[in-house]
């Protein structure tokens, strides 16, 4: 079992507060339990905590909407081929509430998978052309792959 609680805190002027989309209040929780000597399987769980502004004009918000927080649900399977060879197989679920518009990232390497859809339309704002982010969206992702160590 592993936890992390995370309080981030952003230090902006008194006039951009109401679009302060960064500070908040996170959690996560995993679990992981040997299924055998070579297979084992993990859950966790991720909370983004409600923040106290939201930047309204760069995705669909709602100024009604008060609540914008997020969780993600995530599984993973692991079986180990050999000593330094190990198949891995995961996916991760990311719920986004009212405004909120988090995006599953690839950790590093690949292509994020994000609330954007694929228009060139004027943004809703009207700052320009171009994929519009979908505030309250779910997400899911799924990736398998091998780990070798040296």
């Known amino acids: 079992m ?3 609680a995370e309080y ?5 002027p008194a006039a951009l ?13 995993a679990l992981t339990q040997a299924l055998n000597e070579r297979s084992q399987v993990s859950a966790g769980w991720a909370h983004a905590g409600k923040t106290p502004g939201d ?46 518009h988090y ?10 998978y994000d609330c954007h859809d694929a228009n060139h339309a004027t943004n809703i704002d009207y ?7 979908w505030g309250g969206c779910r997400l899911i992702g799924f990736s398998t792959g091998i780990d070798y160590r040296f």
Not at 8 to 12: A, G, Q, W, Y
Not at 103 to 112: Q, S
């Open 2 to 4: 592993n936890a992390i």
């Open 17 to 29: 507060r109401f679009q302060n989309e960064r500070q908040r209040f996170g959690t996560w929780l």
């Open 55 to 100: 930047p309204g004009g760069q995705h669909n918000y709602n100024p009604t909407i008060t609540d914008n927080h997020a969780d993600m649900f995530a599984l993973a399977y692991k079986y180990k081929i050999d000593k330094q060879l190990t198949w891995y197989l995961d996916s991760a679920l990311t719920i986004n509430h009212g405004n909120a």
């Open 8 to 12: 981030l805190k952003r230090d902006i």
């Open 127 to 133: 700052s320009g052309a171009g994929p519009t982010t």
């Open 103 to 112: 995006d599953l990232g690839a950790g590093g390497r690949g292509i994020a």
